[in-house]
């Protein structure tokens, strides 16, 4: 019943801008985290934003100033807003929901590439 989908993926150049999308279905947003992580060949998968309704935004340190994390809740969709891309940020990028009251639920997107290339 949970599903989540991501999109907008692709080439960018240093310096560019992109905008993921997350398309969450059987998702409160009310009673789950959302999160954008992302992953680097011959990396751990960390976190980049989080954003909790109605309490709290938290990003990475590296990409504070660069990146936004916003909900659009009429449309169940969570976005990720990346500027001034550099080629360090290449890599898979996976929506996350994530539930910690009472019980624990935790889903992820099957991920979109951003390579971020001259």
């Known amino acids: 019943q949970v599903q989540l989908v991501e999109s907008g993926g692709g080439l960018v150049q240093p310096g560019g801008s992109l905008r993921l999308s997350c398309a969450a279905s059987?998702?409160?947003?009310?009673?789950?985290?959302m999160g954008w992580y992302r992953q680097a060949p011959g990396k751990q998968r960390e976190l980049v934003a989080t954003?909790?309704?109605?309490?709290?935004?938290n990003y990475a340190d590296s990409v504070k100033g660069r990146f936004s994390i916003a909900i659009d809740d009429a449309k169940n969709t969570v976005y990720l807003q990346m500027n001034s891309l550099k080629p360090e940020d290449t890599a898979v990028y996976y929506c996350?929901?994530?539930?910690?009251?009472?019980?624990?639920?935790?889903?992820w997107g099957q991920g979109t590439q951003v390579t971020v290339s001259s």
């Open positions: 996350n929901a994530n539930r910690q009251y009472l019980f624990y639920r935790d889903y």
């Open positions: 059987g998702i409160s947003f009310s009673v789950y985290t």
């Open positions: 954003i909790t309704r109605g309490e709290s935004t």
